[in-house]
């Protein structure tokens, strides 16, 4: 069973930076793609980044330049950096596979919050 636990968020003024962690546990980072995702109130989930098997990331134009996935296969963990942070990337972050199906389960997700 696969369980995903996400921390490192908070509360942090507008260009600030965070670093978000996902560990992952029932399948290996280093034989699936992963992503971040998020959730901001009121809109649906997006995926934000993304990191292949071979380790190649990349990101939606609106967190380019800003945002960086890495991972540690040892630890079994990806990472999120995040920053020169914006109010609209308030939002709950999630990791998950690149591709998730409908049956797919999802962590608790973190609490971004950006302020003025």
């Known amino acids: 069973q696969v369980q995903l636990v996400e921390s490192g968020g908070g509360l942090v003024q507008v260009g600030g930076s965070l670093r978000l962690s996902c560990v992952v546990s029932g399948m290996a980072v280093s034989t699936r793609a992963m992503a971040w995702y998020r959730q901001a109130p009121g809109k649906t989930r997006e995926r934000v980044t993304f990191i292949t098997v071979s380790g190649i990331t990349g990101s939606v134009d609106s967190v380019k330049g800003r945002f960086t996935t890495s991972r540690d296969i040892a630890e079994n963990t990806i990472y999120l950096e995040m920053n020169s942070l914006k109010l609209e990337d308030t939002a709950v972050y999630y990791c998950?596979?690149?591709?998730?199906?409908?049956?797919?389960?999802w962590g608790q997700g973190t609490q971004v919050t950006v302020s003025a």
């Open positions: 998950n596979s690149f591709t998730v199906e409908a049956s797919d389960s």
